[in-house]
């Protein structure tokens, strides 16, 4: 009987890897433009720990009590130098502290209140919190995420507020099986995001594309990908001690 071959994270981050260089070839695009965020959500400090050593260095959490106390293991660990934490799951104002204290991005703003929590909340002494605004550009009614129509508005106030930077938009789609379905809506993105930098707004980070959708994704013009199944494999458990404004959507499947 054959057994089964096993593959470890830094397999499956190289098997992603090549996946986006793939991409970045058939869209004619330059690979060091599209970056890989790896979503660690419900696996452990000691996961992230093996997509460090197998190079990686941007992290994606969905639960903020999770995401910060991985943080904090791994900070305190002291062993994965420049681990850089987004914070891609819906975010409601009664979790913008431990956000703003601990996270190097957000890319699920949606609302002006949540941004100004963000901004009254971010210490001194760290940098800016990097933001993405996230749009619902398929207008999914279970969806988060500002309307297209309300988008410029939101964009306008939140670029003004101190101990933020806007960096650009984010979205996740309905999932569609079909590629050309797939880069129709990231499409939608994509002229968003285009309009706000014809409006003056200084954006580079477009954040689509996952597991099952990043060629699409690419192909639309993503800069930052989010994968986590491809990296980590399926997720078994769902956040014990998470409340309900912790439990997000697949940001990063």
């Known amino acids: 009987m054959f057994e089964p071959i096993m593959t470890t994270i830094g397999d499956n981050l190289y098997s992603v890897s ?4 793939q991409a970045c070839a058939r869209a004619g ?5 599209v970056g890989l965020l790896a979503v660690s959500k419900t696996f452990d400090a000691d996961a992230v720990r093996q997509a460090w050593h197998a190079g990686q260095r941007a992290f994606g959490e969905n639960y903020v009590q999770e995401g910060v106390a991985k943080i904090e293991a791994l900070a305190s660990a002291g062993d994965c130098p420049g681990l850089e934490w987004h914070c891609i799951g819906p975010l409601q104002s009664n979790k913008t502290r431990p956000v703003a204290e ?11 209140k949540v941004a100004e929590r963000l901004s009254a909340q971010r ?12 749009v619902n550009v398929d207008g999914g009614a279970n969806k988060a995420g ?22 650009g938009l984010m979205c996740i789609p309905e999932p569609e099986p079909d590629f050309e379905d797939q880069r129709a809506v990231f499409l939608q993105a994509r002229v968003l995001f285009d309009d706000l930098r014809a409006r003056g707004f ?17 192909a639309a013009g993503s800069t930052l990908v989010r994968v986590g199944r491809a990296i980590f494999g399926h997720r078994e458990r769902k956040p014990g001690p998470a409340g309900p404004t912790d439990v997000a959507t697949a940001a990063g499947a």
């Open 18 to 21: 090549t996946r986006l260089q």
């Open 29 to 33: 695009r330059d690979p060091s433009g």
């Open 102 to 112: 601990h996270f190097d991005w957000v890319h699920s703003v949606d609302r002006l």
């Open 123 to 134: 210490p001194p002494g760290l940098a800016p919190l990097q933001v993405c605004l996230q």
């Open 146 to 167: 500002v309307t297209p129509a309300e988008l410029p508005a939101l964009a306008e106030a939140v670029v003004r507020l101190p101990g933020l930077r806007l960096r």
């Open 202 to 218: 200084d954006l580079d980070t477009l954040s689509m594309g996952m597991s099952d959708d990043l060629e699409a994704a690419v």
